[in-house]
């Protein structure tokens, strides 16, 4: 497994204001993955981290609303930019290692957009 | 369109009974599969995780998987109180890297 740590664990934002989430993992990686998780709802891939280049965006994602960072291989931030209410969620880190096909998630940010 | 569906919940068992929790996917190519639990504002966590057809047990929870109708189930044996949470049933798709799609979830109520 791994131990995964996000920050914030929650914010309340304004609209049309960024928030940029941090997921830090206790060893290194393979693969880091951002998801979200809209109230009731279940799991959706926003994007693959991938370190030392651009992430990989799932359908109906895009750069400029959800720009993603991995500077390493413990490391990496979303920012959720321009925010409106339809942005309130949870969004989570998870983290995969080669060597195994699971995913551990980290503890999620929870994101309320007034 | 790469899909993974389960039972729509939520299901109400009463303490002590079997648990059976289903998932079907779409994607015939699909090698790995998972169920993760939710409690109520956490995250997931997982709990098991099947790649061969037949049965794989851990403890009160046997993973079931046949390939060939493309369906996985989940049962919770001697079902508690703590066992009320959300399943995520999560497939792993072929040259997919390693990205998951997970189904829409079902709600597992334990009764005491």
């Known amino acids: 497994s791994a131990v995964i740590s996000q920050k914030p664990s929650r914010d309340i934002c304004q609209r049309g204001t960024s928030l940029t989430i941090q997921c830090q993992v206790d060893s290194q990686v393979t693969m880091m993955f951002w998801y979200r998780q809209q109230p009731g709802q279940s799991l959706t891939l926003i994007a693959t981290a991938n370190q030392g280049s651009e992430a990989t965006y799932e359908s109906g994602f895009v750069i400029d609303k959800f720009p993603i960072s991995r500077p390493n291989l413990t490391f990496s931030t979303l920012t959720v930019s321009n925010m409106s209410p339809e942005d309130s969620s949870i969004y989570l880190c998870?983290?995969?290692?080669?060597?195994?096909?699971?995913?551990?998630f980290g503890p999620g940010t929870r994101l309320l957009v007034l | 369109q790469k899909e993974v569906e389960q039972n729509s919940g939520p299901l109400s068992v009463p303490e002590g009974a079997i648990a059976s929790l289903n998932c079907t996917y779409s994607d015939r190519g699909s090698q790995s599969f998972f169920w993760y639990r939710q409690y109520s504002g956490k995250s997931p966590e997982l709990i098991m995780s099947?790649?061969?057809?037949g049965d794989k047990e851990d403890g009160r929870f046997t993973a079931q998987l046949n390939k060939a109708s493309q369906y996985v189930s989940l049962l919770i044996r001697d079902s508690q109180p703590s066992d009320s949470a959300t399943y995520l049933c999560a497939v792993m798709l072929d040259n997919y890297g390693q990205n998951f799609v997970f189904g829409p979830g079902t709600r597992l109520s334990v009764l005491p």
């Open positions: 099947i790649y061969s057809n």
């Open positions: 998870s983290v995969a290692r080669s060597s195994e096909e699971t995913q551990y």
